[in-house]
C-alpha cells in the first residue's frame, strides 16, 4: 500500500528487535526461516468452502458477525519489532495473535513472484536495483534484515512460494498486494504458486490495479478480491458490483471523509478493510463504525486492544 513506510527510529527498532528475538528464542534469526519452498505434497482442498457455505445461509463470510471485533491485519508482518515483508516478520505478527498477513507480491526478472514493497530493493536490503530488474538467484542472495537491526542479519527476500508455505505449517491467513500492474501470464504465476501450495482458501487478493485484479478473478475465480482505493470512488458500491469485489480496501483518510461508505457496501455484502492503522484512539472509532478488518503497523497492540474492548 502507499503508506508512509513503517521503520521506527533505529534505537527503537534495536529494542523491538531484542524483543521479538527474545519471544522467538532462536539466537540466529536469519536461518531460522526458508527462502524457496517445494509444492504441497497434501491433497487439494475444496476452494473456498467457507465462503460457499456461508453464500448457501445468505450471508458473506468477509464481513463481521454482529458484536464480533475487526479483524487484526498485520501490515507487512510486524514492521516496527522486525523487517518488514519477511517471514521472520510474519512469525513475530503471528505470535502476537495475528491472523492475517498482509505482504506484497512483485515478479523477478525471471518471473518468480518475490514478498517485497518497494520497486527497488535498495530500502530494506544490502541491495540496489529494481526488483523486475533483478534475477531470482540475485534476490536470493539479499540480506533483508541487516537494515532493521543486527539480530536479523541474514534474513532473506521470501518469495511467495516459500511464504505460502510458511503459513501453511505455522498458521495464519494471507492478505496479499498484487503490486502494480501486472500481466496475466505474471498473474498466472501468483495464482500457481498459491494453488501448488494448496492454500486457496487462505488467500485474499488485493491491488490498486483493476486489471490485475481481473486477471485473478478470471484465473482463480475461487480467490476473494478487493480493490485498493487512496481516495473514495464516486460509487464504491456499483464499482464493487461491477467487479464482483467480496472487499473494498480504503485508506483511512479517505475513509474519514465518507464514514457512510461502510454501511452501503455492508448492505450490498462488500467487505471494508481499512489501511493503515496505529493509533488506539482510531481503532475505537473504526471498530464503531463496523469495519471488518484494520491493516495496522501495531497487530499485537491492536490485538490486545481488541482483547480489552472485549473483556
Not at 16 to 28: D, E, Q, S
Not at 147 to 165: E, H, K
Not at 207 to 219: C, T, Y
Not at 275 to 297: C, H, P, S, Y
Amino acid at each position: 500500500m502507499r503508506d508512509a513506510h513503517p521503520s521506527a527510529p533505529r534505537s527503537r527498532r534495536r529494542r523491538n528487535a531484542a524483543l521479538a528475538t527474545a519471544v522467538l528464542g532462536v539466537a540466529a534469526v536469519g536461518t531460522a526461516f526458508v527462502v524457496a519452498a517445494p509444492p504441497s505434497r497434501s491433497a487439494p482442498r475444496p476452494a473456498a468452502a467457507a465462503a460457499a457455505a456461508d453464500d448457501a445461509n445468505g450471508s458473506t463470510p468477509w464481513l463481521r458477525a454482529a458484536g464480533a471485533p475487526p479483524a487484526v491485519i498485520a501490515h507487512r508482518g510486524a514492521p516496527s519489532a522486525a523487517p518488514e515483508n519477511t517471514l521472520v516478520s510474519d512469525e513475530v505478527a503471528r505470535r502476537g495473535g495475528a491472523k492475517w498477513i498482509e505482504n506484497d507480491v512483485q515478479p523477478s526478472k525471471d518471473g518468480v513472484p518475490y514478498i517485497l514493497h518497494d520497486t527497488t530493493v535498495d530500502r530494506t536490503t544490502d541491495g540496489t536495483g529494481r526488483v523486475r530488474a533483478l534475477t531470482a538467484a540475485q534476490l536470493d542472495a539479499l540480506d533483508a534484515g541487516s537494515w532493521f537491526a543486527p539480530a536479523y542479519a541474514g534474513v532473506r527476500v521470501p518469495t511467495l512460494a516459500a511464504q505460502l508455505a510458511d503459513l501453511r505449517e505455522r498458521g495464519g491467513n494471507l492478505l496479499l498486494e498484487i503490486k502494480g500492474a501486472h500481466t496475466r501470464a505474471e498473474v498466472a504465476r501468483i495464482v500457481r504458486d498459491i494453488r501448488e501450495q494448496d492454500m486457496g482458501d487462505r488467500v485474499f487478493v488485493q491491488s490498486f490495479d483493476i486489471p490485475s485484479l481481473k486477471h485473478a478473478h478470471e484465473l482463480a475465480p475461487e480467490l476473494p478480491i478487493g480493490l485498493l482505493r487512496v481516495t473514495l470512488d464516486a460509487d464504491p458500491v456499483a464499482l464493487a458490483e461491477q467487479l464482483d469485489l467480496s472487499a473494498y480496501n480504503v485508506s483511512d483518510t479517505a475513509l474519514a471523509t465518507r464514514p457512510q461508505v461502510v454501511s452501503e457496501l455492508h448492505a450490498a455484502g462488500v467487505a471494508v478493510n481499512v489501511w493503515t492503522v496505529d493509533r488506539a484512539a482510531r481503532w475505537k472509532e473504526l471498530d464503531a463504525l463496523g469495519v471488518d478488518g484494520i491493516i495496522t503497523n501495531r497487530p499485537t497492540e491492536l490485538g490486545g486492544w481488541i482483547s480489552g474492548r472485549s473483556g
